[in-house]
């Protein structure tokens, strides 16, 4: 039993991660707040659940929810940089504006794909062994993904993304443009989070226009989680805590499911997830000076009996 649960929990952190590692590009590298989040992962949903009811092969159906995603992450970044409108404020509205489009895609509320032929089925058929291949398959594609994006922060247009989001006087004193590189930052990070809703939606067996609410909050989590377990600068290490902070975070879900908290009080459990990681470093350093504080108090002491 606690083995299926491990890995069912595995298995959903690294769907997830897909989000999380979608989060961690505008939140830590364009030092941009986008909330497009909560509208891209269901958008990635609803295009791959539509187009494999339509007989679209599930590959092609999954990648074009990617290209979706870029659309939809690249319009916040046109409202943003073009229309001169908040970073926040722009995601907002493109949140909202895809809540209606996603509604106007599916032609309904939820979408079931219990009997459809998604990504795990095909290769399922491959003879793979059936219990392990939701594992098996997301493993290999985070992966792929995680090296992909490592390779790409490290090119050129990579140095320059990261330093539009450190330092965008910098480059725009070099001749870049600030304004196209926040746009393909921001059109990447919503491809990945939609690449993740078409993840989901093919494992969880069904899309619904509301499960989106709340994966802000999800990727967050796993990022700052992420940051506490791998304290790291350096990309590489850095992605590679979004991962791992995308499962902690799933497994503390598990563990707060199985100490009895209802669904409903996941919220909560979140919230103190964030408030534990984000404060974690400050009690660190408290306990590491006030340890300091008693050895120096426990030297002082002999000093002084021996004057």
Partial sequence: ???NI???TIEQGLAFSLLALGVYLPFRILDFPDLTVEG???LGASVTAVLIINGVNPFLATLLAFFAGMLAGMLTGI???KLKITGLLAGILTMTSLYSINLRIM???NIPLLRETTILTVIKSWGLPERYVSLIVFTLLVLVVKFLLD???ATEIGMALRATGDSPIMIQSLGGNTDHLKILGLGLANGLVAFSG???CQYQGFTDVGMGIGMIVIGLASVIIGEVVIRTSKIIFATLGVVIGSIIYRLAIAIALQLGFAPTDLKIVTALLV???LGAPTLRNFMIQDEFAERLMERSVPDAQIK
Avoid: D, K
Wanted: no cysteine.
């Fill in 107 to 109: 032609g309904r509320s």
């Fill in 40 to 42: 891209s992962f269901p």
């Fill in 275 to 277: 408030i534990l990681a």
């Fill in 6 to 8: 491990l890995q069912g």
């Fill in 1 to 3: 039993m606690w083995l």
């Fill in 198 to 200: 078409a993840l989901t």
């Fill in 79 to 81: 409202i943003n940089t």
């Fill in 151 to 153: 390779y790409f922060l």
